[in-house]
Structures are given as C-alpha cells and as structure tokens.
C-alpha cells in the first residue's frame, strides 16, 4: 500500500507532467491550485533595465515565484515560469528580467533551466534576464 507522501508526489508528478492545475490569473499574477488548495504563486510587472552592451530595454520583471515548501523541486516553479513565458510572447515586450539572491542555489538553478542568463552580479543579488 503506498503511503501518504509517496502518493502525493506521484499525483503531483502526474499532474505536472499533464500539467493538471487550476492556473488563476490576475493582472500581473499568477496563482496555481491543486485540490483547491493555493500551492504556487508568481508576481511581475513590466520595468526597463539596461542590458550588458549598454541598451535600455522594457522587460516583464519576475518579482516573485512562491511554491509551498512540502511540494518544491517538483516542477511546480517552472510551470509558473513558462506561463508568465507564453503570456509575455503576445506581447511586444522581448525580454523578461529577474533577480536572484546568490545564496539561492535552487532559484538560480530553476531560471537558468528555463533559460534565463546572467547580465550583472553584487556580492548578494544576480541580475537576469532571458530573450522571449
């Protein structure tokens, strides 16, 4: 009989992969159910930053991806990602830009799976950014 955390993970696993959630939208989030329950969030908005060759461009800033900590390293996070992706493809903006605390080792991981490359670095904070 397979037990409580084993069964979550393969329901979850599943519906990743068939990407079975509710995915709510409002302007400038999003918010993923599964069993009714808020499981995952995303913020952004539209900022302009300058680009390594010295070009200002408008970019959908990622302010926040926000999963439930019992349900992380699941692809609940690059869901949340490839959404706000495809909602910025129908747009005129081309790029999308986020910042990443260097400590964290499984958000910088997480962008740079979907994509998003490095352009400025501090001692605490990576600024990237990915081309839509």
Do not use: C, W
């Not at 918010?31 to 908005?45: D, G, M, P, R, V």
């Not at 539209?46 to 991806?65: A, E, H, R």
């Amino acid at each position: 009989m397979e037990n409580t955390t084993s069964y979550l993970n393969r329901v979850i696993k599943e519906a990743v992969e068939q990407s079975n959630f509710l995915l709510k939208t409002f302007k400038e989030v999003f918010i993923l159910y599964y069993n009714f329950k808020e499981i995952a969030t995303s913020n952004f908005h539209v900022k302009s930053i300058i680009l390594p060759n010295g070009t200002k461009v408008d970019t959908v800033n990622i302010y926040g991806v926000l999963v439930d900590k019992n349900l992380r390293g699941k692809g609940i996070g690059k869901i949340l990602i490839k959404k706000i992706i495809e909602a910025v493809k129908d747009s005129n903006i081309q790029y999308i830009s986020l910042e990443v605390e260097t400590h964290n080792e499984t958000a910088i991981k997480l962008y740079k799976s979907t994509g998003f490359d490095v352009y400025r670095e501090t001692a605490s904070v990576l600024y990237m950014f990915k081309k839509v």
